[in-house]
């Protein structure tokens, strides 16, 4: 018999037969495919970063631009006072150390508040500088002392430099940064490009020569900054 010979109905019959059988065998084949290929997993990237403080360091960023260690320290760079008048870096007898930093920052407030005044009363013969760089708003709130780092990042908006010395105003009066060796000013916009800080807070050792000692690009603990004082008094 061939296919030509079998009545129209048989014919679709068996066409349907042929053609759910091929599906079948697709199936199977699919599956035992699946089976046998190697599994891959995708991970999602985490939404959160950690910061870890960095310990004080001697080796200096891959572009340290003005704060190059070993290199005598920006003295002249243009700065403003909170009232807007035009100043720069306060250099101390036997040291001096400058935290280039931003209002919003946690690990900025928490030098703030509990590291800088401390050393401040340990090292009357150093100046702090403490000079916000970030053209942006808010004002952190530095947490606990202990455990370090556990505070929050201020929120606010772009600033222009008048807007940053107001907000740096209320700063001070928030910090207890009212040590005679404390000062505290505003880079206007040249600086902030000169200086072009890539973490907040980013700390620089300077001995009482003017030559930059040590930098740590991040937040430190009270030992950590007694380490800085202790290493840069040459």
């Known amino acids: 018999m061939v296919f030509s010979d079998i009545s129209p109905s048989a014919r679709r019959w068996l066409l349907g037969g042929v053609g759910a059988a091929i599906v ?11 089976w046998l290929a190697p599994t891959s997993r995708v991970t999602a990237a985490s939404s959160t970063s950690t910061f870890h403080p960095t310990t004080p360091s001697a080796t200096p960023p891959s572009s340290a631009g003005p704060w190059t260690i ?11 006072t909170l009232s807007g008048h035009a100043t720069h870096l306060a250099r101390g007898s036997h040291g001096t150390i400058v935290m280039a930093m931003a209002s919003w920052c946690l690990f900025c407030g928490y030098e703030d508040r509990w590291v800088w005044p401390q050393m401040a009363r340990e090292h009357p013969h150093w ?4 000079v916000d760089v970030s053209p942006q708003g808010g004002i952190a709130d530095p947490g606990p002392q202990n455990p370090p780092f556990h505070g929050h990042d201020g929120v606010g908006g772009p600033l222009t430099v008048a807007q940053m010395q107001a907000t740096m105003r209320q700063y001070v009066s928030t910090y207890p940064l009212q040590a005679a060796n404390i000062h505290v000013y505003v880079a206007p916009s040249p600086t902030q490009s000169a200086w072009h800080i890539g973490s907040f807070p980013t700390i620089y050792a300077i001995n009482r020569q003017g030559i930059v000692q040590q930098t740590t690009p991040g937040a430190v603990t009270l030992t950590q900054a007694a380490a800085l004082f202790g290493a840069s008094h040459a």
Request: glycine share 20%; net charge negative; proline share 8%.
């Open 127 to 130: 100046a702090i500088d403490i």
């Open 24 to 34: 079948g065998w697709m199936g199977i084949g699919f599956t035992v495919g699946a």
């Open 70 to 80: 070993g290199q005598t320290a920006p003295w002249s760079a243009p700065l403003t």
